[in-house]
Nanobody
Framework: QVQLVESGGGLVQAGGSLRLSCSAS????????MGWYRQPPGKERELVAD???????NYADSVKGRFTISRDNARNTVYLQMNNLKFEDTAVYYC??????????WGQGTQVTVSS
């Protein structure tokens, strides 16, 4: 059974930083493409960043230069370092296992709130 567990969300002032973690089990993590998505209040869920099993990364334009996705295959964990946070980054952040253009599994989500 696949399980993705996010942690690290919280309340932060604009300009601050947070690091999200997603611990995976039930998958061969080193061969998994992983992504971070977010859903702002009243909006659709959107891709924030993803990382291939080889470590190739991809970012939404809105977070380029501020967020960094990384993975530690020894710990079965994917991270999202978020710097210079803005009010518009407020959202529920979800970890996901990607399968091509589809999502195989979702985490339960973690709330990130940025105060202006």
């Amino acid at each position: 059974q696949v399980q993705l567990v996010e942690s690290g969300g919280g309340l932060v002032q604009a300009g601050g930083s947070l690091r999200l973690s997603c611990s995976a089990s039930g998958i061969i993590f080193s061969f998994a493409a992983m992504g971070w998505y977010r859903q702002p209040p009243g909006k659709e869920r959107e891709l924030v960043a993803d990382i291939s099993y080889m470590g190739t990364t991809n970012y939404a334009d809105s977070v380029k230069g501020r967020f960094t996705i990384s993975r530690d295959n020894a710990r079965n964990t994917v991270y999202l370092q978020m710097n210079n946070l803005k009010f518009e980054d407020t959202a529920v952040y979800y970890c996901a296992q990607q399968s091509g253009t589809a999502i195989s599994s979702w985490g339960q989500g973690t709330q990130v709130t940025v105060s202006s």
